[in-house]
């Protein structure tokens, strides 16, 4: 059975930094891309990045200069990092196996992060 | 402002038919394959169709997707009261290498 699990706190202070970690399980790293998508409460779906199992990513280039993302292959994990958050970053928080040589995609159940002092 | 366009709402009657429209670009709708969300209130999102107008198992062939261009549209059709949430197209962008949404249609069932 294929589960997605974000874990991280889920509140988090201005300026600081937002760590999210994916725990994989049921299913191969290879065949997906490692992706974090959130989505602000009422509002649409926004793509953060993704990173693959060679190591190699693409960040949302609003999002760029604040993202970094990283991947555990022994752990089968999968982490977000996203510096100086203000409250936009407020917003569920999706862990997802984008499909690279799978024929569908995969979801966490998401995980909401309030930015907030 | 999303990249891709979709209209913020639809609606029809029980029964009848909608289509959502997705415009983009030649540099994402128009070199990549489209995909296309169901989401409910509160929940995943979840995917209807994928390659522009293919169906994962298990959703209903009242979902059907096309692209043509660098435009994509959804149409569902025999419209249930079930039909109600949120959709949204999704595709690559090859000049930004990003991943794109667009900003969601709501549809509403008379």
């Known amino acids: 059975q294929v589960r997605l699990q974000e874990s991280g706190p889920g509140l988090v202070k201005p300026a600081e930094t937002l760590s999210l970690t994916c725990s994989i399980s049921?299913?191969?790293?290879?065949?997906?891309?490692w992706t974090w998508i959130r989505q602000p409460a009422g509002k649409g779906l926004e793509w953060i990045g993704r990173?693959?199992?060679?190591?190699?990513?693409n960040y949302n280039p609003s999002l760029k200069s604040r993202v970094t993302m990283s991947l555990d292959m022994s752990r089968k994990q999968f982490s977000l990092r996203l510096s100086s958050v203000t409250a936009a970053d407020t917003a569920v928080y999706y862990c997802?196996?984008?499909?690279?040589?799978?024929?569908?995609?995969?979801w966490g159940q998401g995980t909401a992060v309030t930015v907030s002092s | 402002q999303s990249v891709l366009t979709q209209p913020p709402s639809v609606s029809a009657a029980p029964g009848q038919k909608v289509t959502i429209s997705c415009s983009g670009s030649?540099?994402?709708?128009?070199?990549?394959?489209v995909c296309w969300y169901q989401q409910f209130p509160g929940t995943v999102p979840k995917l209807l169709i994928y390659?522009?107008?293919k169906r994962p198992s298990g959703i209903p062939d009242r979902f059907s997707g096309s692209k043509s261009g660098t435009s994509a549209t959804l149409d569902v059709t025999g419209l249930q009261t079930g039909d109600e949430a949120d959709y949204f197209c999704?595709?690559?962008?090859?000049?930004?290498?990003?991943?794109?949404f667009g900003g969601g249609t709501k549809l509403t069932v008379l």
């Open positions: 997802v196996g984008l499909p690279r040589s799978a024929v569908v995609d995969v």
């Open positions: 049921g299913v191969s790293l290879g065949p997906y891309y």
């Open positions: 990173i693959y199992i060679s190591g190699s990513t």
């Open positions: 030649s540099s994402n709708i128009g070199k990549n394959y």
């Open positions: 390659e522009n107008q």
């Open positions: 999704a595709t690559w962008d090859s000049s930004w290498s990003a991943w794109l």
